[in-house]
C-alpha cells in the first residue's frame, strides 16, 4: 500500500512546499508594490496641491501688486500651505535637484512677501515679473516627474501580476502533469497487485476443485471479483463440512469417553461389590448371620462405592455453579480440620501460612471439593509419613493462589503431561477423576491450576482465583 501511495505523497508534499513558498514571496513582494504605490500616489497629490498653492500665491500677488492690499494676506496664506506641501513631499524619495529648485524659488517668494510692505510698487512688480513662471514651472516639473515614476511603479505591478498569474498556470500544469504520472504509476502498482491477487485467488479455487487446470493471472478486476466469489462459495462448503466432521468426531469422543466413564465404573465398582458378595455367600452357606465386622465391611464398601458414583456424576454432570463471597483462609482451615484425622493416621502433619486476609469470588462448595482433593492427593503421597504444607496468600493481577506442597515421591515425568486428564492415576485405588474435576471447577471460576515437582522432592499443586471484587454482582452461573 505505502509502495503505490508513496510517488503521490511525494509529489503532492513537494507542490505544497513550492506553493507555501510562492505565497509567501507573492505576499511579501505584493505587500511591498502596495506600499510604494501609496506612497507615490501621496507625493502625485501633493505636487499636485502644491502646483495649485503656488499658482493661488501669485494671482494673490498680482491683485496686491494693482492696488488691492488686502490680497497681500491671501498670498501669505496661499504660500504657507505651498510651505508645507514641500515639507510632506520632502519625506518621499525624488528627484533633489528639482526639489532644490522649487526650494530655491519658493525662498525668493517668501522673501518677496514678507518686505512688500516696505517695497514700493514698481519694485514689487519687478519681483513678480522675475517670479511670475519659474517657480509654477518648477513645481509642475516635479509634479511631473512624480507622476512619471508613478506611472512606472504601476507598469511594474501589472508585469508581476502578469508574471504571478504565468507561474500560477505553471503551477498548476506541473501539478495537473505530476498527478497524472503519479495517477499512471499508483494504476501500474494496483494493475499488478490485481494480477498477482488475481494469480492467487485463481490457484486457490482450483485448490478447492478436483482435476483443476493449471491457473492463469488476471487484471480484470471483475473476473477476480468472480473468482473470489467463487472460492468464497466453495470455502463455506468447506467449512460446512469441516463443522460436520468436528460434530462427527466430538460425538465419537463422547461416545469414547461415555464408553471409558462405563468401563471405569464397572472396574471401581467390581472390587467392592466381590468383597460384599463374598461376604453374603459365605453367611448364607453357613447359615448364620452376618457378624458385627462383617456388617461393618459391607457398610464401608457401600460408602465406597457411593462416594465413586457420586465423582462419575460429578464429572459426567457437572453442579451449577453458585459464586459468592468467600473468606478463603476460613474454607483452608476447615479442609485442614477435615483431612488431619487421616493425615495422623499415615503419620502425615499438615501445616498452613496465611498471608493476610483473603476473599474470594467463588463457589463455597465446589471450592472446598478442590482443596479437600488436593490435600487427600498430599497424604496419600506420603504413606510412610511426611509433611503437608498449605499456604494461602494474594497473587498479581487480582488474583489469590493456594498451594498444596508435599515431601512424597513426586509426579512421574511420564504422567504429568496427562495429569488432569480423566481416569489418570497413580493410586492404586484411584480412579484419577479428582484432578479432572479440580481443574474444571478452578477453570469455571476463571482461574488456573497448575502442578510441579519442588526442587528439595515431593510435589507442589497451585490453585489461582480471582480476589473478590464489592463491584461485582452475585448471581449464578451455570
Not at 462383617?294 to 464401608?300: D, F, K, L, N, P
Request: hydrophobic content about 45%.
Amino acid at each position: 500500500m505505502w509502495r503505490m501511495s508513496l510517488p503521490t505523497l511525494v509529489v503532492s508534499v513537494l507542490l505544497l512546499a513550492f506553493g507555501l513558498v510562492a505565497g509567501a514571496y507573492i505576499y511579501q513582494l505584493n505587500a511591498h508594490l502596495s506600499d510604494e504605490l501609496d506612497r507615490w500616489v501621496d507625493a502625485v497629490l501633493s505636487s499636485e496641491e502644491l502646483v495649485f498653492a503656488l499658482r493661488d500665491t501669485r494671482n494673490e500677488m498680482t491683485l496686491y501688486a494693482r492696488g488691492t492690499p488686502e490680497a497681500l494676506e491671501a498670498a501669505q496664506a496661499s504660500f504657507a500651505e505651498a510651505a508645507h506641501l514641500l515639507q510632506t513631499i520632502k519625506e518621499h524619495p525624488h528627484d533633489r535637484q528639482l526639489l532644490e529648485v522649487v526650494q530655491q524659488r519658493m525662498a525668493t517668494i517668501e522673501n518677496l512677501l514678507s518686505n512688500a510692505g516696505e517695497m514700493g510698487r514698481e519694485e514689487f512688480e519687478a519681483g513678480m515679473a522675475v517670479l511670475r513662471g519659474p517657480a509654477v514651472d518648477a513645481a509642475g516639473d516635479l509634479l511631473n516627474a512624480n507622476q512619471g515614476t508613478l506611472e512606472a511603479i504601476s507598469s511594474e505591478n501589472v508585469l508581476f501580476a502578469r508574471r504571478v498569474g504565468t507561474g500560477l498556470a505553471f503551477l498548476g500544469l506541473c501539478g495537473s502533469a505530476a498527478g497524472l504520472i503519479a495517477g499512471l504509476g499508483v494504476s501500474r502498482s494496483v494493475v499488478r497487485s490485481i494480477e498477482t491477487l488475481g494469480g492467487s485467488v485463481q490457484s486457490l479455487s482450483e485448490s478447492l476443485t478436483e482435476g483443476a487446470s493449471p491457473a492463469q493471472p488476471t487484471s480484470e478486476l471483475q473476473e477476480l471479483i468472480d473468482v473470489m466469489s467463487e472460492v468464497q462459495v466453495k470455502t463455506e462448503g468447506m467449512v460446512t463440512e469441516l463443522q460436520r466432521s468436528r460434530e462427527t468426531a466430538a460425538r465419537a469422543d463422547q461416545l469414547s469417553a461415555v464408553g471409558q466413564l462405563a468401563s471405569g465404573i464397572a472396574h471401581e465398582l467390581r472390587n467392592p461389590l466381590t468383597a460384599i458378595k463374598l461376604l453374603a455367600d459365605n453367611s448364607a452357606e453357613q447359615g448364620e448371620p452376618m457378624n458385627a465386622a462383617e456388617v461393618a465391611m459391607i457398610r464401608e464398601e457401600a460408602a465406597r462405592m457411593e462416594q465413586m458414583l457420586q465423582t462419575f456424576l460429578d464429572f459426567a454432570r457437572p453442579p451449577r455453579l453458585v459464586r459468592g463471597r468467600v473468606d478463603a483462609v476460613a474454607e483452608v482451615l476447615q479442609a485442614v480440620d477435615i483431612v488431619r484425622p487421616r493425615a495422623e493416621r499415615v503419620g502425615v502433619t499438615i501445616e498452613h501460612q496465611v498471608d493476610g486476609a483473603v476473599e474470594l469470588l467463588a463457589d463455597r462448595q465446589q471450592l472446598r471439593q478442590v482443596l479437600l482433593n488436593l490435600m487427600i492427593n498430599a497424604i496419600d503421597a506420603q504413606p510412610g509419613g511426611g509433611e503437608v504444607l498449605v499456604t494461602i496468600g494474594p497473587a498479581a493481577d487480582g488474583e489469590a493462589v493456594i498451594e498444596v506442597a508435599d515431601r512424597g515421591a513426586g509426579i512421574d515425568p511420564e504422567i504429568e503431561p496427562r495429569l488432569f486428564e480423566p481416569f489418570v492415576s497413580t493410586k492404586d485405588t484411584g480412579i484419577g477423576l479428582g484432578l479432572a474435576v479440580s481443574q474444571r471447577i478452578v477453570a469455571s471460576h476463571g482461574g488456573r491450576i497448575a502442578a510441579e515437582n519442588r526442587p528439595d522432592g515431593g510435589a507442589a499443586f497451585s490453585v489461582q482465583l480471582p480476589i473478590y471484587d464489592r463491584s461485582t454482582p452475585l448471581k449464578p452461573t451455570v
